[in-house]
T-cell receptor, first 113, second 117 residues
Framework: QKEVEQDPGPLSVPEGAIVSLNCTYS??????FMWYRQYSRKGPELLMY????GNKEDGRFTAQVDKSSKYISLFIRDSQPSDSATYLC?????????????FGRGTQLTVWP | DGGITQSPKYLFRKEGQNVTLSCEQN?????MYWYRQDPGQGLRLIYY???????QKGDIAEGYSVSREKKESFPLTVTSAQKNPTAFYLC????????????????FGDGTRLSIL
């Protein structure tokens, strides 16, 4: 079993839809949970991160962590064509060696006008 | 403008050839990383380095080698022993864990796409 599981999609939604992206994990030592966005032929860029459980909101984006279920989510409200990208979840333990990250496979999202 | 520069953007390798991918950062970060990304597979860690002249193997180091002679540079060599080198290679850097409190994100370059001729 991989440490981080993420459905690769693809996911295709109309503009304005609410998008839900999810990951599950198996390692209870993970404390930091990140979402990266990656446009085609580019490197990933950090969208948001959350420490431990709870919610975090940044504009149209909301990250949720449920440590009891080992489940994290990213919600995108009022999705735009410019949100079309691959979304990667990543996580790590606190004080883990060199801040080593464990990535999901990424979910490819297309938002059509 | 601080960031990570990877070159070249595209690279072709012949059979039996070693090729070197460049990664330079001007963020003054101590830690640097190399990842491999295959379609539908996410990012897999090849090598990482905390400090000049020191580096450790990641999950898929076989067929790769690195050096860290300068803080800002972390080149990756894909050797002929790597039988399936076709992939997108990403370099990242971060502030070293333990030097500061809290979360230290990894910053990525825009990658090098390597293909076999």
């Amino acid at each position: 079993q991989k440490e981080v599981e993420q459905d690769p999609g693809p996911l295709s939604v109309p503009e304005g839809a609410i998008v839900s992206l999810n990951c599950t994990y198996s390692n209870s030592a993970f404390q930091y949970f990140m979402w990266y966005r990656q446009y085609s032929r580019k490197g990933p860029e950090l969208l948001m991160y959350t420490y431990s459980s709870g919610n975090k909101e940044d504009g149209r984006f909301t990250a949720q962590v449920d440590k009891s279920s080992k489940y994290i989510s990213l919600f995108i409200r009022d999705s735009q064509p410019s949100d079309s990208a691959t979304y990667l979840c990543a996580m790590k333990g606190r004080g883990s060696t060199l801040g080593r990250l464990y990535f999901g496979r990424g979910t490819q999202l297309t938002v059509w006008p | 403008d601080g960031g990570i520069t990877q070159s070249p953007k595209y690279l072709f390798r012949k059979e039996g050839q070693n090729v070197t991918l460049s990664c330079e950062q001007n963020l003054n970060h101590d830690a640097m990383y190399w990842y491999r990304q295959d379609p539908g597979q996410g990012l897999r860690l090849i090598y990482y380095s905390q400090i000049v002249n020191d580096f450790q193997k990641g999950d898929i180091a076989e067929g790769y080698s690195v050096s860290r002679e300068k803080k800002e540079s972390f080149p990756l060599t894909v050797t002929s022993a790597q039988k399936n080198p076709t992939a997108f290679y990403l370099c990242a850097s971060s502030i070293l864990e333990g030097l500061t409190e809290g979360f230290q994100p990894q910053h990525f370059g825009d990658g090098t796409r390597l293909s076999i001729l």
